[in-house]
């Protein structure tokens, strides 16, 4: 689901770097080269000052779950017991319309929706075997939830046999089923509604905006976006300057190419938010085995939240990571300074050293990885070419890790000659 984010600012500090280097280093990662290349978006026609409205689409031509309810699938939702979901509505709302064809009013949109998606719950298991780890488990958990879902969601749908002539089950299928909730996780805005008593208590968050989903999304770009509540409108007002001609650009939120690529199925060239993620497995089997202290170490992490989002970025190593291998680094004599490493401290030169070393192999690490990945995905694509859209994703966002992994070694260099 699209959250359209306005004015947010994303402000890193890190100890020991220079603003001149940080710039030359964003030069990689300058929002301006994004772009999804899916040959669909808005172009704008005259000039736009920061404070226009780009686009006004009216509250009937929403496709929410007050369209579902006031629909002929309204009875049979308001009967059906326990209450179905927001979001199975809109499922069985968009999968009953398509079925339908020319007949259903909602047809001209139909037509311009994806015929298929490239979230990776659609791609293959062996492309998905492909991801980095962190992102390959996200997709299986993606992948599982689905089809619970469906699953849980068959009995509803037989519910509906008697407004068709062929067997439900021939309409609500799996296939059917999987573009319907992809449709509405990539394509909706951020819409909240009043709870309904015919449907659960989940959110009720949704909805689908025609036209408005042809905009793509930019990291860089801040727009202002809500439901106008005086115009029974959803507005989308830019907040800086557009020329003539010029595409326009919505942004989805600060994700990184992860998200990106599990929510909505593209990677964002460039993108300032990406980050390659490090597991404190991979810091572990890179240290001595003979650190008696090491169990413990690990569980210090876990406790005080150093165990995740530990990250290489387009400024190199983050500060959790660095303070989560100056932990793993301490001596023996050191470890009860564990409370200070964690504060930022700096607790010895050697462990300052011994962190960076670290650092660096597992970067190294890492960097073999991603090219070794990219060797997988070139030979699969040789040995099946039908694959080659998928796994030419799966390309882009090991090239965009390994960029980062460059550049990030290039900096953990500069950081161990300082201090040597």
């Not at 031509?61 to 927001?86: F, H, R």
């Not at 037509?111 to 990776?120: F, N, V």
């Not at 942004?251 to 597991?279: K, M, R, T, W």
Request: glycine share 4%; with cysteine.
């Amino acid at each position: 689901m699209r959250k359209l984010y306005g004015n947010y600012i994303h402000i890193m500090k890190k100890k020991g770097r220079g603003r001149t280097s940080r710039q030359r280093r964003r030069k990689l990662f300058r929002t301006s080269d994004l772009s999804k290349g899916t040959g669909r978006g808005l172009m704008a026609v005259k000039s736009l000052q920061p404070g226009e409205l780009i686009i006004s689409l009216p509250e009937k031509c929403l496709l929410t779950t007050d369209t579902v309810i006031k629909s002929y699938l309204g009875a049979y939702i308001t009967k059906w017991t326990p209450p179905v979901s927001p979001l199975l509505a809109l499922c069985a709302f968009l999968i009953s319309e398509k079925h339908t064809g020319n007949k259903s009013p909602w047809k001209p949109y139909l037509d311009i929706l994806p015929k298929t998606y490239t979230c990776l719950v659609c791609l293959e298991p062996q492309v998905v075997r492909l991801l980095p780890r962190p992102l390959k488990m996200k997709a299986q958990e993606q992948r599982t939830h689905v089809q619970e879902l469906f699953l849980s969601s068959r009995g509803f749908f037989s519910s509906l046999q008697s407004l068709f002539t062929e067997d439900v089950e021939h309409v609500f299928h799996y296939n059917a089923f999987l573009w319907a909730w992809c449709t509405i996780n990539t394509r909706t805005v951020y819409m909240k509604h009043a709870r309904k008593e015919c449907l659960s208590a989940e959110p009720d968050v949704y909805a689908l905006a025609p036209y408005l989903d042809l905009l793509n999304h930019s990291p860089g770009v801040q727009v202002k976006a809500a439901f106008n509540e005086k115009t029974h409108c959803y507005e989308i007002r830019t907040t800086s300057s557009c020329k003539k001609y010029e595409e326009l650009f919505i942004c989805y939120g600060p994700h990184d190419n992860h998200q990106l690529l599990l929510e909505y199925g593209f990677v964002a060239i460039n993108n300032p938010h990406s980050a390659v993620y490090i597991s404190v497995d991979d810091l572990v089997d890179h240290l001595p085995s003979v650190d008696t202290q090491m169990n413990k170490k690990i569980s210090l992490l876990k406790e005080h939240g150093f165990s995740e989002d530990l990250t290489f970025g387009c400024d190199g190593p983050s500060w959790r990571l660095l303070t989560a291998l100056k932990l793993l680094c301490l001596g023996e004599d050191e470890f009860t300074c564990w409370k200070k490493v964690l504060l930022g401290e700096v607790i010895s030169n050697t462990n300052e050293w011994k962190s960076l070393v670290l650092s660096r192999k597992v970067c190294s690490y890492y960097i073999e990885e991603a090219k070794t990945a990219l060797q997988k995905v070139s030979h699969m694509k040789d040995e099946e070419p039908a694959l080659k859209d998928q796994l030419t994703l799966i390309e882009n966002l090991w090239i965009e890790e390994l960029k980062l992994l460059q550049v990030s070694a290039d900096i953990l260099k500069t950081m161990h000659q300082e201090i040597t």
